[in-house]
């Protein structure tokens, strides 16, 4: 059975960092994509950064230069670096993932609950 465990949102100033993690077990493709997508109230799911197992990176434009997805060496922990967070990033972000390279569209098999994020001004 796939889980996915996100952690570490919480509030944070204008300017501030957060660093995401989302824990994925019992995931065992060689070959896949992996996300992290965000929420706010009232708006439809973005995605905001994906990699892929090669270890090819896209972002959302709105979070390029500020926001970093990465991976562990044993590939089961993803992470997303916030670096400069702003009010607009304040949603809840999940973490997906899928054999399929879906990259920043939110058609990925298997999804974590999500952590809030709230940026203050």
């Known amino acids: 059975q796939v889980q996915l465990v996100e952690s570490g949102g919480g509030p944070v100033q204008a300017g501030g960092s957060l660093r995401l993690s989302c824990v994925v077990s019992g995931f065992t493709y060689s070959s896949y994509c992996m996300g992290w997508f965000r929420q706010a109230p009232g708006k439809e799911r973005e995605g905001v950064a994906a990699?892929?197992?090669?270890?090819?990176?896209s972002y959302a434009d709105s979070v390029k230069g500020r926001f970093a997805i990465s991976q562990d060496q044993a590939k089961t922990t993803l992470y997303l670096q916030m670096n400069n967070l702003k009010p607009e990033d304040t949603a809840m972000y999940y973490c997906a993932a899928d054999r399929e390279g879906w990259w920043l569209v939110p058609r990925y098999a298997y999804w974590g609950q999500g952590t809030q994020v709230t940026v203050s001004s």
């Open positions: 990699i892929d197992s090669d270890g090819r990176a």
